[in-house]
């Protein structure tokens, strides 16, 4: 069995607006999300494979931003939420914010 949990620390966001949003850990969140959808290729299924958790909604937005700028139409229809909303829901990989 390969490795279950790893932990990537992003970059503090210097001259951001709030402590709630950080482009540049959206960014990361994207380009992980990228390698998830290459890594299952055509068994990547939007509603079992990938979901992305992050405490706030203001990030949510930026997540999404940068999602779509990748130009990988199966990922714009990845779950993207809060804690709350996202619970009861199951994927095979999750990819967690801490903002």
């Given at each position: 069995?390969g ?5 990537i ?5 210097t ?12 960014q990361l969140?994207?380009?992980l ?28 937005a930026l ?5 779509s ?5 199966d990922l714009?229809s990845?779950?993207v ?5 996202f619970?009861?829901?199951?994927r095979d990989?999750i ?5």
């Amino acid at each position: 069995m390969g490795l279950r949990l790893g932990f990537i620390p992003s970059k503090r966001e210097t001259g951001g607006f709030s402590n709630k949003s950080n482009r540049l850990e959206a960014q990361l969140v994207a380009r992980l999300a990228a390698k998830v959808y290459q890594h299952y290729k055509l068994e990547f299924n939007v509603n079992r494979t990938l979901g992305i958790i992050t405490p706030y909604r203001t990030q949510i937005a930026l997540i999404r931003k940068e999602i779509s700028a990748l130009a990988i139409p199966d990922l714009n229809s990845v779950l993207v939420d809060t804690v709350e909303r996202f619970q009861g829901s199951e994927r095979d990989v999750i990819i967690y914010l801490f903002v």
